[in-house]
C-alpha cells in the first residue's frame, strides 16, 4: 500500500470507528435560545414545580435538587403517574444542571438505558443563554422529544418574559 492510501485507509477507519461511537450511544438534541431573565429565575423557573407546570405540558418537576437526588415528572391529571423520572447527576445553581432521563409517557420512550438532559445557563448581560442538550436517546425517543422540547422551552421563554403561559392551540 502506498503511503498515500495508507493516510486515506487510517482516515476513513477513523471516520467509522467515530460514527460507530456515536451510532452506539443514541442521538443528541441541542436547543439553544436567548431568554431576557436572571440566571436565579431560569434555574427557579427549571427547578420549581408551580412553575414548570406553566410550560410543561401541566407536568410538576419535584426533587430536593441535590446530586444523587431523584427528580419526577407526573401526570397533572394523576399526581401518582409518573411521567418522567430520573437521578440528578450534576447541580450548579444556577449555572448547570445534569438529569438522567427516563420516559414513561409511551411504551416507544422505553430504552434499555436512561437518557440524559444537561441545562447550560450562561449570563449575557440582561439575558441568558440557555443551552439544553438532550443526549443517549433511541431513534424512536429522538423523534418524540424533538417534537416536544421546542414547545417546552418556547412556553419557558414566554413564561420568563411576559409573566404568561405559552397558550399553544392543540396540534393536528
Known amino acids: 500500500m502506498s503511503k498515500y492510501a495508507e493516510r486515506w485507509s487510517r482516515a476513513l477507519i477513523g471516520l467509522k470507528t467515530v460514527l460507530e461511537e456515536e451510532s452506539m450511544s443514541g442521538q443528541a438534541h441541542v436547543y439553544e435560545l436567548y431568554i431576557r431573565t436572571t440566571p436565579e429565575r431560569l434555574w427557579q423557573a427549571i427547578t420549581d414545580g408551580e412553575l414548570t407546570r406553566q410550560y410543561y405540558f401541566g407536568s410538576p418537576v419535584a426533587s430536593e435538587w441535590t446530586r444523587g437526588a431523584r427528580f419526577e415528572m407526573t401526570n397533572p391529571g394523576d399526581p401518582s403517574e409518573v ?7 450534576e447541580v450548579d445553581p444556577p449555572r448547570r444542571l445534569v ?4 420516559a414513561h409517557w ?3 420512550m422505553d430504552q434499555q438505558q436512561p437518557s440524559q438532559v444537561t441545562w447550560d445557563v450562561e449570563e449575557r448581560g440582561g439575558a441568558c443563554r440557555l443551552r439544553v442538550t438532550h443526549e443517549g436517546l433511541s431513534e424512536a425517543a429522538a423523534r418524540q422529544v424533538s417534537g416536544g422540547w421546542p414547545q417546552i422551552l418556547s412556553g419557558l421563554k ?5 409573566g ?6 392543540p396540534a393536528g
Open 164 to 169: 404568561e403561559p405559552l397558550a399553544l392551540a
Open 106 to 108: 409511551d411504551d416507544e
Open 158 to 162: 414566554t413564561l420568563l418574559e411576559t
Open 99 to 102: 438529569q438522567s432521563f427516563v
Open 83 to 89: 411521567w418522567v423520572e430520573g437521578e440528578v447527576l
